[in-house]
């Protein structure tokens, strides 16, 4: 079946190393749209700070820009978690029709306790990249104050408490009281998209579950080939005459345990925080979906009350026509962003999973190489 690139490209997969090959052109079709950036993000150097009252972990956000809007054509700052999680909290409040991009969540693997360590600290430094990337490819997210804010400012705590009335009243400008108005029922476009995003976070859901186990029986698997190969290496020094194919057998397992060690960090390190990011994106999609819904809910009932006032003037109030207003421009965004992520998720797992076969491929190849 013939593939093409989200730009159009189509794409060869005739030849046998063409999951390779599409993950090649994916990535130069990155590059190439790059060329028209004028906003670039990057996190990365994590360090761990310990402190009297706390310990916790810093990554240097780096930034690099041709915009009007910034001061500098370069920033370097660092940031925790929870700054992160501050600029999300305020781009919801200031952008309430987009989507917002999910945050790691505080653990991103079932059964991580240590969140210092240097695995979990890596994860979570790629989620928090990520993160930012996203923000900066939408073209109205990466022009909000906020993130401004939180990508130049040296002490964003001071900002946090000097900045809060001034930046807040962007917030209050398009915050909406529903009222207990209740939805008549959605728009069919929107039905769809809610029945959608049901059914890909359930199925998500199961392949989290499926795969979570399938790592756990992994390595249990391979706590048992460690153990096992030593024993033919012992046997071989009891037993001059079998050495030397006794030896054969315990490097070769030697070699499977290697092989499955790194097919099991693939996935902890690769596959999971992607399925993770996507369950969490389909339930941000879900809340501005709610937001849109209460908003509708809200105009209809502004439009009942005007339908049974008795007056003379047919003329529909202003209040009325500024909640029609917000309906409309909840439903342009939320389509626009609805398309945005699509495309993103089509090119997230079209990559994702034909990495997953090569990493299998190359697994099953090093087993079968060591017999």
């Given at each position: 079946q013939d593939l093409s690139l989200p730009n159009g490209t189509p794409v060869?997969?005739?030849?046998?190393?063409?999951?390779?090959?599409?993950?090649?052109?994916?990535?130069?079709?990155?590059?190439?749209?790059?060329?028209t950036r004028d906003l670039f993000v990057t996190v990365d150097d994590p360090k761990k700070h310990v402190c009297t009252?706390?310990?916790?972990?810093?990554?240097?956000?780096?930034?690099?820009?041709?915009?009007?809007?910034?001061?500098?054509?370069?920033?370097?700052?660092?940031?925790?978690?929870?700054?992160?999680?501050?600029?999300?909290?305020?781009?919801?409040?200031?952008?309430?029709?987009?989507?917002?991009?999910?945050l790691p969540e505080k653990?991103?693997?079932?059964?991580?306790?240590?969140?210092?360590?240097?695995?979990?600290?890596?994860?979570?430094?790629?989620?928090?990249?990520?993160?930012?990337?996203?923000?900066?490819?939408?073209?109205?997210?990466?022009?909000?104050?906020?993130?401004?804010?939180?990508?130049?400012?040296?002490?964003?705590n001071a900002y946090k408490k000097q900045g809060m009335a001034l930046l807040s009243k962007m917030g209050e400008s398009v915050k909406y009281?529903?009222?207990?108005?209740?939805?008549?029922?959605?728009?069919?476009?929107?039905?769809?998209?809610?029945?959608?995003?049901?059914?890909?976070?359930?199925?998500?859901?199961?392949?989290d579950r499926i795969a979570q186990r399938i790592i756990k029986e992994q390595l249990e698997y391979l706590v048992e080939l460690r153990e096992y190969g030593p024993v033919y290496s012992t046997w071989g020094g009891l037993e001059v005459e079998l050495s030397e194919p006794l030896e054969g057998v315990s490097a070769c397992i030697g070699n499977c345990c290697t092989a499955l060690e790194e097919l099991s960090e693939d996935m902890t390190e690769d596959f999971l925080p992607v399925l993770r990011e996507y369950i969490l994106y389909s339930e941000s999609m879900k809340n501005v979906l709610k937001k849109r819904d209460q908003v509708q809910a809200e105009y209809e009932a502004k439009l009942e009350a005007v339908a049974l006032k008795k007056e003379d003037r047919p003329k529909v109030p202003t209040d009325v026509e500024?909640?029609?207003?917000?309906?409309?421009?909840?439903?342009?965004?939320?389509?626009?962003?609805?398309?945005?992520?699509?495309?993103?998720?089509?090119?997230?797992?079209?990559?994702?999973?034909?990495?997953?076969?090569?990493k299998n491929i190359q697994y099953y190849e090093k087993v079968c190489g060591t017999a």
């Open positions: 060869d997969t005739s030849s046998p190393a063409s999951s390779s090959s599409l993950l090649n052109r994916l990535q130069l079709d990155d590059d190439l749209d790059g060329e009252m706390e310990t916790y972990i810093t990554y240097r956000v780096t930034t690099k820009t041709t915009r009007a809007e910034f001061d500098l054509p370069e920033y370097s700052v660092r940031r925790r978690y929870q700054d992160f999680d501050w600029l999300r909290n305020k781009l919801e409040e200031s952008q309430p029709t987009h989507l917002i991009p999910p653990f991103v693997v079932k059964g991580v306790v240590d969140r210092f360590s240097e695995e979990f600290v890596e994860t979570r430094r790629k989620a928090l990249d990520k993160f930012l990337k996203r923000i900066t490819d939408h073209p109205v997210l990466s022009f909000n104050e906020h993130f401004n804010v939180f990508l130049t400012a040296k002490d964003l009281v529903t009222g207990g108005y209740k939805l008549r029922s959605r728009p069919l476009e929107f039905a769809a998209i809610g029945e959608y995003l049901d059914t890909f976070s359930l199925k998500l859901g199961t392949i500024k909640c029609q207003d917000r309906v409309e421009c909840f439903n342009a965004d939320l389509k626009a962003d609805m398309e945005r992520w699509q495309n993103n998720k089509r090119q997230d797992f079209r990559q994702l999973l034909m990495g997953m076969a090569d």
